[in-house]
């Protein structure tokens, strides 16, 4: 039962940074583990990063480790992801989920995580 709402896709050159926000209603964000998977045309659904309830605990895919830093701020509902070193092959629709049960201990896989938002579109160019 919560809403998510991602925003700060954009279009950037390789190497340029992104932002994204994933802001969730209600006021039950902070029980929900929360992850980032993307999906480029004609590819699966892949994960990104993810971080347990309490921040205390982050899992990134070998793509986004060293660039990216996923991040929460319960106070304000929002889960983050920063995005440096862009590269072409991080061009994707990003989705923003929430799942019930996922700590970020493990590899996770789309059905670890039962809420999603729409997607914002980042876009790299070489």
């Known amino acids: 039962q919560v809403r998510l709402v991602e925003s700060g896709g954009g279009l950037v050159q390789a190497g340029g940074s992104l932002r994204l926000s994933c802001a969730a209603s209600g006021r039950t964000f902070s029980s929900y583990g929360m992850g980032w998977f993307r999906q480029a045309p004609g590819k699966e659904r892949e994960f990104v990063a993810a971080?347990?309830?309490?921040?205390?605990?982050?899992y990134y895919a070998d793509s986004a480790k060293g660039r990216f830093t996923i991040s929460r701020d319960n106070a304000k509902n929002t889960v983050y992801l920063q995005m440096n070193t862009l590269k072409p092959e991080d061009t994707a629709v990003y989705y923003c989920?929430?799942?019930?049960?996922?700590?970020?201990?493990?590899?996770?896989?789309?059905?670890?995580?039962?809420?999603w938002g729409q997607g914002t579109q980042v876009t790299v160019s070489s």
């Open positions: 989920a929430a799942s019930t049960y996922y700590r970020a201990t493990y590899y996770p896989d789309t059905t670890d995580f039962g809420f």
């Open positions: 971080v347990s309830w309490s921040g205390g605990s982050t």
